[in-house]
């Protein structure tokens, strides 16, 4: 069984960073790819952030244009971990932050595309 879980999340102000965390068990991290999708109150949920692996690339990063420059996703293949630094925060990056895997081909940004979903991590942002 699948399972994914966040950590890293907190209250912080306005140009602090945070480092969030997902430890993926069940499969192995770079079997596919990972995502990040962040749910403001009263808004859809929206892709982030997202990795893939093939067998000619060891990584290939995506970003919604809204956090490039700022976000970085990563992975530690050795401790089966996907990581979403944000610098720079900001008010309008509050929002619970979801870690899910995909396992089969479609859209990196579509929510729908991925199969496993952990439970969230709260990322609040003071102005």
């Known amino acids: 069984q699948v399972q994914l879980v966040e950590s890293g999340g907190g209250l912080v102000q306005a140009g602090d960073s945070l480092r969030l965390s997902c430890v993926v068990s069940g499969r192995t991290v770079s079997s596919y790819a990972m995502g990040w999708f962040r749910q403001a109150p009263g808004k859809e949920r929206e892709f982030v952030a997202g990795?893939?692996?093939?067998?000619?690339?060891?990584?290939?990063?995506y970003y919604a244009d809204s956090v490039k420059g700022r976000l970085t996703i990563s992975s530690d293949n050795a401790k089966n971990t996907v990581y979403l630094q944000m610098n720079s925060l900001k008010a309008e990056d509050t929002a619970v932050f979801y870690c899910?895997?995909?396992?089969?081909?479609?859209?990196?940004?579509?929510?729908?595309?991925?199969?496993?979903w952990g439970q969230g991590t709260q990322v609040t942002v003071s102005s």
């Open positions: 899910a895997a995909k396992t089969t081909a479609g859209n990196i940004k579509d929510a729908s595309a991925y199969d496993y």
């Open positions: 990795i893939s692996w093939s067998r000619w690339s060891g990584g290939t990063p």
